[in-house]
């Protein structure tokens, strides 16, 4: 079965920056969209970016445009989430998941093969 493994959170202060990284150990991520998705304490999980298959096609939530950078590197077999100018808002587990299509709305529902998260704190 495809799982998918994150890393590079990390505690920053805001103002900081971060990239996550996304992999799949064993099998070609060319084929998929990936998405990435961030869970706070309390509160849903809710989508932050997408990518299509070959890079081409992006979207992201409101609240990271301008902020946030998705990208991929399929000759790594890897998806990248640069974050920069973090806020506190921003704190969460983010875990990325993979879909058939990168559409403007990114619900979770259309995702499947979910990582086991990795944590971003941005604290003073």
């Known amino acids: 079965q495809l799982q998918l493994v994150e890393s590079g959170g990390g505690l920053v202060q805001p103002g900081g920056s971060l990239r996550l990284s996304c992999t799949a150990p064993?099998?070609?991520?060319?084929?998929?969209?990936i998405g990435w998705f961030r869970q706070a304490p309390g509160k849903e999980r809710e989508g932050v970016s997408c990518?299509?298959?070959?890079?081409?096609?992006?979207n992201y939530a409101d609240s990271v445009k301008g902020r946030f950078t998705i990208s991929r590197d399929n000759a790594k077999n890897t998806v990248y989430l640069q974050m920069n100018s973090l806020k506190p808002e921003d704190t969460a587990i983010y875990y990325c998941?993979?879909?058939?299509?990168?559409?403007?709305?990114?619900?979770?529902?259309?995702?499947?093969?979910w990582g086991q998260g990795t944590q971003v704190t941005v604290s003073s």
């Open positions: 064993g099998f070609t991520l060319d084929y998929y969209a």
């Open positions: 998941a993979v879909a058939g299509l990168c559409s403007v709305y990114i619900f979770k529902q259309e995702y499947d093969y």
């Open positions: 990518i299509g298959s070959s890079g081409g096609s992006t």
